[in-house]
């Protein structure tokens, strides 16, 4: 294992299986911590591939999972039964073994389009702050969550002022309207973790840590942030 960087807390892997034993031991201990400390704990998950291996391996820790509610950091506006949701990969991924005593709140509502959803989805995420632990991932157009760049809710989701802690936004290089966490929702967390995979991966964190241009690479707004530091982990 390899620490980089002052910035950030970097940690690079030679094996997936190496950085998934640290890192879902990482988050137990957070998860740990704050039950023993607070009753309750808070998870806020992302989807995609990446994450695939960590849900399962995290969903066979013995911990009390009745006390955590897992969230998610931002969802395509999919009915949960479509294999696309987030929710879903979740659900089939992480609540499973141990973990399907978790407490689980989407973002999806049945009936209403992301735009019309907006504030109930701020409420609900409202009543789950503070954060214990959020875990991004970043795609190689640097976006994060459903922080795509150059998209034209940019301004009002990096606008910390902002109280919502969810957006509607729709890509223009992704397909389905989603909605995400705000940047302030995502610094409102106690840890933030970025999980990220291979060379490619890499070179666009490299090249995020030195952009001055937020809307161009959106994950720069989190890893440059001067309030969370961000841990980043990658094989």
């Known amino acids: 294992m ?14 997936n299986e190496q950085l998934l034993e640290e890192l879902c031991s990482h988050i137990v201990s957070i998860l740990q911590e704050s039950i023993e400390q607070n009753e309750k704990a808070t998870l806020l998950v992302s989807g995609g591939n990446t994450p695939k291996p960590l849900f399962q391996k995290l969903s066979t820790a013995d911990i009390s999972w009745e006390k955590v509610t897992v969230a998610l950091v931002d969802e395509r506006w999919l009915p949960n039964t479509n294999k696309d949701s987030n929710e879903f990969l979740v659900k089939q991924n992480l609540l499973q073994n141990f973990a399907s005593k978790a407490n689980f709140i989407g973002m999806y509502k049945e009936n209403k389009s992301a735009d019309e959803a907006q504030e109930e989805c701020s409420k609900t995420y409202e009543k789950l702050t503070p954060f214990d632990i959020v875990v991004l991932g970043m795609g190689n157009d640097s976006h994060t969550a459903s922080l795509f760049p150059n998209n034209e809710k940019l301004k009002e989701a990096f606008d910390l002022e902002n109280k919502n802690l969810c957006i509607s936004i729709t890509p223009a290089t992704a397909p389905y309207e989603r909605m995400s966490l705000t940047l302030g929702a995502i610094l409102s967390a106690k840890n933030i973790i970025l999980h990220i995979q291979g060379e490619e991966k890499l070179k666009v964190y490299e090249k995020a840590l030195v952009s001055t241009d937020i809307y161009k690479t959106p994950i720069s707004a989190v890893l440059n942030n001067k309030k969370t530091d961000v841990e980043v982990y990658h094989s």
């Not at 620490?3 to 094996?15: A, I, L």
């Open 2 to 15: 390899e620490e980089v960087g002052t910035m950030n807390n970097f940690k690079s892997f030679s094996s």
